[in-house]
C-alpha cells in the first residue's frame, strides 16, 4: 500500500453528523416554496453577516480546490458532513447515484484543469438510486432510467451492499482514467460512504472510508499513513 501525501484525506476524515431539522411538507406545494424564497434571503443575508468584504474578494480571484467530490444529489447529503469551510476548496459534483458516467465533463475539469489532488465519491446509505437500479425501474422517465442504466449492481441486492459496489466500482473507472495522475503521485481517488442510517455499524453520520487508490482491505485503510498539505498551505501553494 502507498503512503499518501498531499491529500484532504485527513480533513475528511475528521466528520461530524449533519444538523439539520427538515420538517415534512406538501409535494408541489407552491406556498412551501414562496416561504422558502423568504428563508433563503433571510439566510443568505446571515451569511454575509458572518463574513468580511476581504473574503469573497479572494473567492473572486478564482478557486483552486483541494478535493472534487463526487456526491449523490440526495437532499441529505451536503459539504457540511465533511467541511465546514467549503467554499474554495470542494469542487462539488452532484448526479443520481454519484457516478462517473453521467457527470464525466464535470469530473475531468475539476482533476485535468483545477488540479485538485483528490477526487472522493461519496455514496450514502438509504439510496434511492441504488434502491432503483436494483430493482425494476422500466416504468420511470426516459432521462432518469438512462441515468440508472450507468449503475452497474446486481438486482436484488441490499441497499448497502448495492452502494458500496456502486462507490467501488466509481472508483475503479476513474482509476482507469486518471491512471497516469495517481501513478505520478498527484492524485489519490477515495471512495466513501455518509452512512447516516449507521448501516455498516460505524457510528451514524460517519463518512466510512472504503477504498483508497483501489485499495479495500478494511485493515490496510485503517493503517494508512496520511500527511499533506493544509487548506492554508493549498492556497499558498497557488
Not at 433571510?42 to 473574503?55: D, E, G, L, M, R
Not at 416504468?139 to 432518469?144: G, H, Q, R, T, W
Not at 450507468?150 to 476513474?174: C, E, L, S
Amino acid at each position: 500500500m502507498k503512503i499518501l501525501s498531499a491529500t484532504l484525506l485527513a480533513t475528511i476524515c475528521l466528520t461530524t453528523p449533519p444538523a439539520f431539522a427538515a420538517s415534512e411538507h406538501a409535494h408541489g406545494d407552491a406556498a412551501v416554496a414562496q416561504a422558502f424564497i423568504k428563508e433563503i434571503r433571510t439566510q443568505n443575508a446571515t451569511y454575509i453577516s458572518k463574513h468580511k468584504p476581504a473574503f469573497f474578494q479572494e473567492l473572486a480571484k478564482g478557486q483552486h480546490p483541494r478535493a472534487t467530490v463526487v456526491t449523490c444529489s440526495d437532499s441529505r447529503v451536503h459539504t457540511n458532513m465533511l467541511d465546514q469551510t467549503p467554499e474554495g476548496d470542494l469542487f462539488m459534483v452532484r448526479d443520481i447515484g454519484n457516478q462517473m458516467a453521467t457527470a464525466e465533463g464535470s469530473v475531468e475539469y475539476g482533476v485535468n484543469h483545477l488540479a485538485s489532488s483528490l477526487l472522493l465519491f461519496i455514496g450514502h446509505s438509504s439510496c434511492g438510486a441504488i434502491k432503483a437500479a436494483s430493482g425494476d425501474y422500466s416504468s420511470l422517465e426516459p432521462a432518469i432510467k438512462r441515468e440508472l442504466d450507468t449503475i452497474r449492481i446486481d438486482k436484488g441486492v441490499a441497499v448497502i451492499d448495492g452502494v458500496k459496489t456502486n462507490v467501488h466500482n466509481q472508483v475503479t473507472t476513474a482509476m482507469q482514467k486518471f491512471s497516469d495522475k495517481v501513478k505520478a503521485g498527484q492524485l489519490v481517488i477515495v471512495g466513501a460512504v455518509y452512512d447516516f442510517s449507521d448501516d455498516m455499524k460505524q457510528g451514524a453520520g460517519k463518512l466510512n472510508l472504503i477504498n483508497i487508490n483501489g485499495e479495500t482491505d478494511p485493515a490496510k485503510l485503517q493503517n494508512t499513513k496520511v500527511s499533506g498539505a493544509t487548506k492554508h498551505d493549498h492556497a499558498e501553494h497557488h
